[in-house]
Structure formats: C-alpha cells, structure tokens
C-alpha cells in the first residue's frame, strides 16, 4: 500500500455507463427503485454541481410518477453562500430542474440557509438536523438519510469538503462552514453526517476526474473524498470517460 493510503470505506462498487446521458438513467432508476422499496419517510441529500443536472431533470419527469414525493424529504450535502436567486445557488439549480416540477410537500424540502453569516447559517441547519435525527450523537445502525448523492472533483473534494480547509479535521460538527479554498464561502455537511447515510452514491463524469476517482477508491487520504468514512453501501455511478483511469 503507498504512503498516505489507508483501505479505502468508500471503495464501493462501479456502476459504469457509456455517456452522462445513460449515467443519469441508471442513477434515476436505482434511486426511484431504492425509494419504492421503502416505507415511511425516505430521507434523500441532493449534490450540486453540474453533474446531477442531468439526473434531476428525468426524476422531474420522466420518473416522476415512479416516485411517492410526498414520503420524500430533501436536503443539500452543501451549498454556495449566494442568495437562491442566484446562478451559482445549488438550491436554484435543484429549484429549476426538479422542485418546480414535482408534488412535494413545501415542509419537505430543508435548503441550506444563506443568510446571515456562514457559521450561524451552519449552525442553523445543524439543528435542523439533530431535530430531526432526534439525537445528539449518530447510532451506525440508525443512519440519518437513506440516500446521499454526492460528486468528486478533479483535486478529489467532494460536497464542500476541500483540500487544505479545516473542515478535513471536523468531526464534532455535522455542518460546518467553509470560507476559504473557493471564490465564495461555502456550508457543507461534514464527514461525521455524510457517513450517516444508509447509501452513498456518487456520480462522475468527465475524463478530467478519472485520476480523483481511481485515487479516492484506492484510498489515497490526500484527497478529501478519500476520507469519508461510509457506513452504509457506497455506488460509484460513472461514465466511461472517468472510469477511464487504469494507472497506477
């Protein structure tokens, strides 16, 4: 094993699809059969991003009526600290492509608030949180959502934990604020809630990720994503183009 390398908890397996196209059809079929499969409320964590833009917008549509909307409560891994209205908003992207084309029940919906200052804002949705989890401390036989999604970067960041911030070190905190390493400051869900899923999922796409992928399942802790602590399964939704990195 190379230095700096530990066995990797969100190794997982690959689900490998031969465009964007048809990686967000596997991934929408597999969520709407995951949600199908369950009783009572089915707690799901949106990505932003570009990359799940795609997924969406066939959950918004083509398998909507798959999907009881109403058993469905939505929550963000992170969040850019700009108001909903803006273009950078991972909640306007949400908002666009999904949200204003579902029946969903407004109480069900939990964006990461952006007003204020970041880590009151973060503190806010913490115990938005902890209520609704009903407990100070995560039970591993007890996960707080059903399904995260979540995506990777090039430098191997994933939500908004990022290389170099302090948040790497988090693991009291289950959201926690982000104000440097990017242009804007940024809320994110930190390891000790993102473990807390009964399934992770991650989709990928683009040959410029293909390193961040194979090294982040390899185990390789220089890269955020790396260090996620997954307590539940963990699928890797790619294309081809960031499957594509065979070397070692």
């Known amino acids: 094993m190379a230095a700096g390398s530990v066995v990797s908890a969100i190794a997982g397996r690959a689900i490998i699809a ?4 048809s990686l967000a059809h596997l991934a929408a079929g597999w969520l709407a059969t995951r949600i ?3 009783q009572g409320p089915f707690r799901l964590v949106l990505s932003g991003g570009s990359t799940p833009r795609a997924l969406y917008a066939l959950l918004g549509s083509e398998y909507r009526a ?7 409560e939505l929550f963000w891994g992170d969040e850019r600290f700009v108001p909903y209205s803006d273009p ?3 909640f306007r992207m949400a908002q666009e492509t999904l949200l204003s084309k579902i029946d969903i029940p407004s109480a069900n919906v939990h964006p990461i608030p952006t007003n204020g200052e970041p880590a009151d804002a973060a503190h806010c949705y913490e115990i938005l949180l902890r209520n609704i989890y009903g407990s100070e401390k995560f039970n591993p036989a007890r996960p707080l959502f059903d399904v995260i999604l979540l995506g990777l970067g090039s430098d191997g960041h994933t ?12 693991h009291e905190k289950w959201v926690a604020s982000v104000m440097h390493g990017r242009t804007e400051p940024r809320i994110t869900l930190t390891y000790p809630a993102i473990a807390s899923s009964a399934a992770m999922a991650l989709l990928v796409t683009g040959s410029d990720k293909a390193q961040a992928v194979r090294k982040a399942r390899a185990g390789d802790i220089s890269l955020p994503a790396a260090r996620i602590r997954a ?4 699928i890797w939704f790619l294309d081809s183009a960031s499957a594509s990195d065979s070397s070692e």
């Open 18 to 21: 031969p465009d964007p196209a």
């Open 36 to 38: 199908d499969a369950t």
């Open 66 to 72: 798959r999907i009881d909307w109403s058993r469905v």
């Open 88 to 90: 950078d908003s991972n």
């Open 159 to 170: 939500a908004s934990l990022l290389p170099g911030e302090p948040v790497l070190e988090e």
């Open 231 to 234: 307590q539940g399964e963990v």
